[in-house]
């Protein structure tokens, strides 16, 4: 069973963003700009857009090694992959975005969003200490409006792999077996020699998901979350409600945006826009498509 800590309403009427270590910043969040230009999310809504996406191929995937918490950067496939992703989404309102603290999401989100139609700019929230986060800050109320805070959480990375952190898997699995390695990298509860199982790894990013990225969505923030194969598939757990066995077989492509609504407090799966002009997805709902007409609008004048 999924432990999660229990999660309190009061906190849902907050924007409150728990990052790394104990400290919490109360943010101030980036209101619709009044311009004429879309704006990226309604006030009071009880809809939103949760994206979805694993980094894309980072130079350890290329030499087939287990990553895990190792802070590896992307190869140029994974930069291609990345800069795809973000055509896919260029027309899905982002006005918040989660990574993990690791360098391979990171690239990914940043490079997805330069293909984003609306050109706000993602900028990393800094509060690693009082200084950081006083030395970054916007002194320009047009500007912050034209920005996406991108928040960075390290209970979004990769499951800790252990022992086997660096290992090729193909040689791990000749020497332990082909089913001892499947167990390890799949199952839910079974953890590598001293690394997380997927059921430990849920513990923290499922519940960091419940208690910093729910609370958004209820607001009406459309978010994207950039983080791995593993740590996702705990989030996925949780939206799609799989159980201990459904989640063995869920695997996850590099670089492929996922799509969720999230609704009446349900999150319903869209799967993966295929391209910027793919009419259905924005037919999925009312505020989807008047946020795509609003961009064509904006870009047209
Ligand atoms: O090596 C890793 O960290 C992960 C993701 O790339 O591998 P696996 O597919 O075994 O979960």
Aim: net charge positive; proline share 5%.
């Amino acid at each position: 069973m999924l432990r999660i800590q229990t999660y309190r309403s009061k906190k849902r009427r907050f924007c409150v963003i728990q990052s790394s270590g104990s400290q919490t910043t109360v943010f101030n969040p980036i209101l619709s700009p009044s311009n004429g230009k879309p704006s990226d999310s309604k006030k009071k809504s009880n809809e939103a857009a949760l994206i979805l996406i694993r980094h894309g191929e980072s130079m350890w995937n290329e030499k087939n090694l287990f990553t895990g918490c190792v802070d590896v950067p992307l190869t140029k496939k994974g930069v291609d992959e990345a800069i795809e992703a973000g055509k896919r989404i260029s027309n899905i309102p982002v006005d918040m975005i989660y990574t993990s603290s690791l360098i391979r999401a990171q690239m990914t989100a940043m490079l997805a969003m330069t293909e984003h139609r609306r050109k706000k700019v993602p900028i990393i929230l800094h509060d690693e200490s009082e200084r950081a986060r006083a030395w970054s800050q916007i002194f320009s109320e047009e500007t912050k409006k034209q920005c996406i805070p991108v928040v960075t959480a390290w209970q979004l990375n990769e499951r800790m792999y252990g022992e086997l952190q660096g290992l090729n898997k193909q040689e791990t699995a000749e020497r332990y077996g082909k089913e001892q390695v499947h167990e390890w990298r799949r199952s839910y509860d079974v953890p590598p020699p001293n690394g997380e199982s997927l059921e430990m790894c849920a513990q923290r990013a499922v519940a960091y998901f419940r208690e910093n990225i729910e609370p958004q969505l209820l607001l009406g923030k459309n978010v994207m979350i950039a983080a791995h194969g593993n740590s996702l598939r705990s989030i996925i757990m949780y939206l799609d409600k799989l159980t201990s066995q459904e989640v063995i077989s869920l695997e996850l492509s590099t670089g492929i945006p996922m799509l969720y609504i999230f609704q009446e407090g349900g999150f319903i799966r869209r799967g993966s826009p295929v391209a910027p002009t793919e009419a259905s997805v924005y037919a999925y709902t009312k505020g989807l498509a008047q946020y795509r007409q609003r961009l064509d609008d904006m870009l047209q004048s």
